[in-house]
């Protein structure tokens, strides 16, 4: 009767002991699956800025495309235009927009501006800040 009392007490012992360590371990997972440093949240999300974007066939502005976007900080204005327009491209060089395609053998292009100057490098190295202006223009060179 001693030798079952005993292993009996031995069980109900065993058991809280098994059921202390799993409820820490189980706090310890959820502490630091909720507990993540401001600094790591930060890197993670991207602060968002505005931007606005408008095509224009020969200087006139093409109907129902221009648009003012809320975009991820240090987008390119290639993703941005793929996210937003429906493109085509070649090697990162935009030759269709909603539609409407350049043209070689008028020697129309589809070439842009950025806050009223022009591009000096093309729409995949184009990073895009706050308040940036873009223009889209097919013309003639």
Do not use: H, R
């Amino acid at each position: 009767m001693k030798k079952q009392i005993n292993l009996l007490a031995i069980s109900v012992l065993s058991m809280f002991l098994l059921v202390g360590c799993g409820n820490d371990e189980s706090t310890a997972q959820t502490e630091s699956a909720t507990s993540v440093p401001e600094s790591t949240v930060s890197s993670i999300q991207k602060e968002t800025v505005t931007v606005n974007i408008s095509l224009q066939e020969d200087g006139k502005l093409v109907p129902d495309t221009d648009k003012e976007l809320e975009i991820a900080e240090g987008s390119t204005l290639l993703d941005i235009m793929g996210k937003n327009y429906k493109i085509e491209e070649t090697d990162t060089f935009i030759n269709s927009i909603e539609g409407i395609s350049q043209d070689e053998a008028e020697g129309k292009y589809w070439l842009f501006d950025v806050n009223g100057e022009a591009a000096p490098v093309g729409a995949a190295d184009t990073i895009l800040e706050a308040g940036d202006e873009v223009v889209w223009n097919l013309s003639g060179m």
